[in-house]
């Protein structure tokens, strides 16, 4: 280790972070900058969302293959149980959504992969906030690195561009079964002459730009909001835990704080508990809204 790395680490060590200093530093992410994001900045990659949402994904996937390969007849196992009562939730909801039955074979599949991905992504947040980050730290510093610049997000449900990013997929296959469903020129005239029918050439030519309007209005605000509804409830809940752990931290600190300790461990758990009905409840809602979007796909105005 260089002595001013030594230096570095040896101040951080003996400089206890504020309040706001340790919560900025668990809101940053492993990202390819050193400095803190700009605003609308699309240079920026973090690296830690990445890692643990393809990581996870991996993992629902690998855990389904699984189950069905080992699936039997009977008594199923506790596992294939819960598998399959997973997928008969799915499947219920996917045909009480989406009519067509050739749509639904693929559609069904991939909202049961999206509610158990965001399911594990969600589930990150019961894991001790500063466990993973410490351990992310304790490397850094193994390397001759300043640890206070160690910077690890492990809920990806928690970072916009990840929630975002499914949701313009969603998207992405709303669009094509329009295009499937109706055609690419019936989709269009869809476009232009829908929700304001009506009835004549100069009709439907004076209400075309608004109906454009009003469609490329829908799609941009359901994608923008089915991204944001889940990252916001994730966000939350992760600063929630961050406070809990803050109050905890100045309980153990002071002599006299033992009352604020026992209050940290009594909110961390209530609010760990109530946290897995919030995780369950956000990769059910993200799911059904995947099924009532395409769904709509396959309907006309």
Known sequence: MSADAHDAAAGAAHHAPTAGEYINHHLRHLQNH????????????NYDSLFWSVLLGLLAVFLLWRAA????????????????????????QAKGIINN?????AVAPVALTVFVWIFFMNAMDLIPLDLLPTLWGKAHEAQGLDPSHAYLRVVASADLSVTL?????VLLICLYYNVKIKGLFGWIKELFTAPFHAHGPIGIILLAPANFGLNLIE?????????????????????????????????????????????????????AIFHILIITLQAFI?????????GQAHEGH
Do not use: C
């Open 69 to 92: 390969r080992k699936a039997t007849p009977g008594v199923p196992g506790r596992f294939q149980a819960a598998v399959e009562l997973i997928v008969e939730l799915v499947d219920t």
């Open 286 to 294: 993200f799911m059904m809204l995947t099924l009532v979007y395409i």
């Open 34 to 45: 050193h400095e803190p994001q700009a605003i609308a900045d699309f240079s920026y990659i």
């Open 165 to 169: 990013g499914m949701s313009v997929s």
């Open 219 to 271: 799609f941009g605000a359901k994608t923008i909001s089915h991204g944001m509804r889940l990252w916001g409830n994730m966000y939350a809940g992760e600063l929630v835990f961050m406070l809990i752990a803050l109050m905890g931290a100045v309980g153990f600190a002071s002599l006299g704080g033992i009352g604020l300790w026992i209050g940290h461990v009594i909110a961390g758990t209530a609010w």
């Open 101 to 105: 039955a050739t749509s639904r074979k």
